[in-house]
T-cell receptor, first 114, second 114 residues
Framework: KAGVTQTPRYLIKTRGQQVTLSCSPI?????VSWYQQTPGQGLQFLFE???????NKGNFPGRFSGRQFSNSRSEMNVSTLELGDSALYLC?????????????FGQGTRLTVV | KQEVTQIPAALSVPEGENLVLNCSFT??????LQWFRQDPGKGLTSLLL?????REQTSGRLNASLDKSSGRSTLYIAASQPGDSATYLC?????????????FGKGTLLTVNP
């Protein structure tokens, strides 16, 4: 079966712009989580959605937002981009919750802010 | 707050060697522990999932153990191969009262030399 699909794979944006990243989970999975990965901080949790509801949010500024659609696809948006937002953004899908079911990750979106 | 430590940060071994990667955590109130591998610039590939009630899981040349009371997990790789070279990450599900998220260690960079 198809895995987790993230689009686009690579993005270059200018400081101050906004960006939208997309994640399509594995068919039948209803939980989608987002993580930011940087060399210095490692993997940091952004937010998690289940059935269009955000159940948890990490410690990121309000410029980072997300949503989930009825088909479980999810998008995350970053407004007013800063140089420090350059990172690999990873999406994970789980059947019900990453707490007690296996999490599967996509290939990520590499965002570069210049 | 859950703290996850992976030791060593980097490991270089000759092909064929058996090796152990370590993961320690401060809060034993977890739902599960998952081991991933990450190739450079890529997403995470799930290797093994251990539920909190389990002590170990095996898949091929990989064996992962979990000791909640001591806050430790180990990933054992038998007969290592150059294709095993990657960063290995452990992640705790639902730890430290933080629901619906995985808390990651910084990873161990493994290099297997032919």
């Amino acid at each position: 079966k198809a895995g987790v699909t993230q689009t686009p794979r690579y993005l270059i944006k200018t400081r101050g712009q906004q960006v939208t990243l997309s994640c399509s989970p594995i068919s039948g999975h209803r939980s989608v989580s987002w993580y930011q990965q940087t060399p210095g901080q490692g993997l940091q949790f952004l937010f998690e959605y289940f059935s269009e509801t955000q159940r948890n949010k990490g410690n990121f500024p309000g410029r980072f937002s997300g949503r989930q659609f009825s088909n479980s696809r999810s998008e995350m948006n970053v407004s007013t981009l800063e140089l420090g937002d350059s990172a690999l953004y990873l999406c994970a899908s789980s059947l019900a919750s990453p707490m007690n079911t296996e999490a599967f990750f996509g290939q990520g979106t590499r965002l570069t802010v210049v | 707050k859950q703290e996850v430590t992976q030791i060593p940060a980097a490991l270089s071994v000759p092909e064929g060697e058996n090796l152990v990667l370590n993961c320690s955590f401060t809060d034993s109130a977890i739902y599960n522990l998952q081991w991933f591998r990450q190739d450079p610039g890529k997403g995470l590939t799930s290797l093994l999932l251990i539920q909190s009630s389990q002590r170990e899981q095996t898949s091929g040349r990989l064996n992962a153990s979990l000791d909640k009371s001591s806050g430790r997990s180990t990933l054992y790789i038998a007969a290592s191969q150059p294709g095993d070279s990657a960063t290995y990450l452990c992640a705790l599900g639902g730890s430290g009262g933080s629901n619906y998220k995985l808390t990651f260690g910084k990873g161990t960079l493994l290099t297997v030399n032919p």
